[in-house]
């Protein structure tokens, strides 16, 4: 399983931080997007807790940086990658 990241917009790359935006990536697995991250802005989301992912796994709040958010899709795909309809 081959697992990559695409930014959502060409040209666009910023991968950000904790408490820095980035740019909304797609979720690629052998080249199939499942998923994506972005950067939540909310005021009802805390600093430190404000990434988040789309995909298998629903939608996934509160982690601390991309790659969490990323492995919580990634875990849900693993667990049936046979599963239809995957992109939300």
Not at 2 to 21: A, K, Q, S
Not at 48 to 58: D, E, K, L, T
């Amino acid at each position: 399983m081959n697992v990559t990241r695409e930014p959502r917009h060409p040209d666009y790359t910023d991968l950000g931080g904790p408490d820095t935006v980035g740019e909304e990536y797609h979720l690629l697995v052998d080249g199939e997007v499942i998923g994506g991250t972005y950067w939540c802005g909310a005021d009802n989301i805390r600093d430190g807790q404000r990434w988040a992912s789309w995909g298998p796994a629903g939608l996934s709040m509160h982690h601390r940086d991309r790659e969490s958010a990323e492995q919580a899709q990634v875990r849900a795909f693993a667990a049936n990658p046979a599963r239809q309809g995957r992109e939300n």
